[in-house]
């Protein structure tokens, strides 16, 4: 998560959308004002562990003793939880992917310490279809704790609050260039941002996997669709692919906000 007070903007990591990559790019319009999680890409490519910038590992104990612990994927509740009203008008904005491809994504990255990318494609799609019925099954400790959370086929959380998305500008991962380079424009930035340059966490997908067809059967496609019914339905993705529709934020999270700030400010 990033949160400019030069800007005005925070910024939602959601998994497996080239996010490390928008971190390491947003970094270089931050200053000692504004505020980062900790993000290992970023660091090594700086090659200093804090940048110019608020990297807190703990932030200290909200109103009911309980520890505030920023950390990479943080949802944005977590910013109102660190700042309060000060950044009730910042503009939010997140990064979304069609769900069939981030789940086979994120399990190619999950299996990026084994042999899974030079196994038979027959031993990769069985191995894909048996990770996915688990995936999309979440046990206490992913729920409660966020305990292997990189799993979650949708990651919707990270930006509502109470289902509500909390975000401004959604960037699409299939348009994402163009994307950036209208958000420029709405956070009136001096400079166009990019991340066509910029390349984290690259090579851990095999390259077969790009065909949907090739690891999806009738079961799993229908999994998905039913885990992330949400992203379906509010953000028009589809099987089928293709860049799915501009964003429309939803009118209701200004009231939904307020409503938590006051949850939070009396604890």
């Known amino acids: 998560m990033i949160i400019s007070h030069k800007h005005k903007f925070i910024f939602v990591r959601t998994r497996k959308v080239a996010s490390s990559s928008m971190e390491i790019m947003l970094a270089d319009i931050l200053d000692k004002s504004d505020f980062a999680t900790r993000q290992s890409d970023r660091e090594k490519q700086t090659g200093e562990m804090f940048p110019?910038?608020?990297s807190r590992?703990?932030?200290?104990?909200?109103?009911?003793?309980?520890?505030?612990?920023?950390?990479?994927?943080?949802?944005?509740?977590?910013?109102?939880?660190?700042?309060?009203?000060?950044?009730?008008?910042?503009?939010?904005f997140s990064i979304d992917r069609n769900p069939w491809d981030r789940a086979i994504s994120t399990f190619y990255?999950?299996?990026?310490?084994?042999?899974?990318?030079?196994?038979?494609?027959?031993?990769?799609?069985?191995?894909?279809?048996?990770?996915?019925?688990?995936?999309?099954?979440?046990?206490?400790?992913?729920?409660?704790?966020?305990?292997?959370?990189?799993?979650?086929?949708?990651?919707?959380?990270?930006?509502?609050?109470?289902?509500?998305?909390?975000?401004?500008?959604?960037?699409?991962?299939?348009?994402l260039e163009q994307d950036l380079e209208q958000l420029s424009d709405y956070l009136g930035l001096p400079q166009k941002l990019s991340i066509a340059d910029i390349h984290a966490k690259r090579d851990h997908r095999a390259t077969s996997s790009r065909d949907l067809d090739a690891f999806y059967d009738e079961e799993t496609r229908a999994l998905v669709s039913r885990v992330a019914?949400?992203?379906?339905?509010?953000?028009?993705?589809?099987?089928?692919?293709?860049v799915p529709p501009a964003f429309q934020p939803d009118p209701a999270r200004n009231t939904v906000k307020e409503r938590y700030l006051a949850r939070v400010s009396r604890g």
């Open 52 to 54: 110019d910038f608020d």
């Open 57 to 92: 590992v703990f932030a200290g104990f909200d109103k009911r003793l309980r520890p505030i612990l920023p950390f990479g994927h943080a949802p944005v509740s977590m910013a109102y939880r660190l700042f309060g009203h000060q950044v009730a008008d910042y503009t939010v």
């Open 109 to 175: 990255w999950s299996a990026r310490g084994t042999d899974i990318r030079t196994r038979p494609i027959e031993a990769q799609q069985q191995a894909f279809r048996d990770y996915l019925r688990q995936a999309a099954a979440p046990g206490i400790l992913r729920r409660w704790f966020s305990i292997n959370a990189h799993r979650d086929i949708s990651q919707r959380w990270l930006y509502c609050i109470d289902d509500t998305p909390m975000v401004d500008v959604m960037l699409r991962y299939e348009n």
């Open 229 to 242: 019914d949400w992203e379906v339905t509010r953000l028009g993705y589809s099987y089928d692919g293709g």
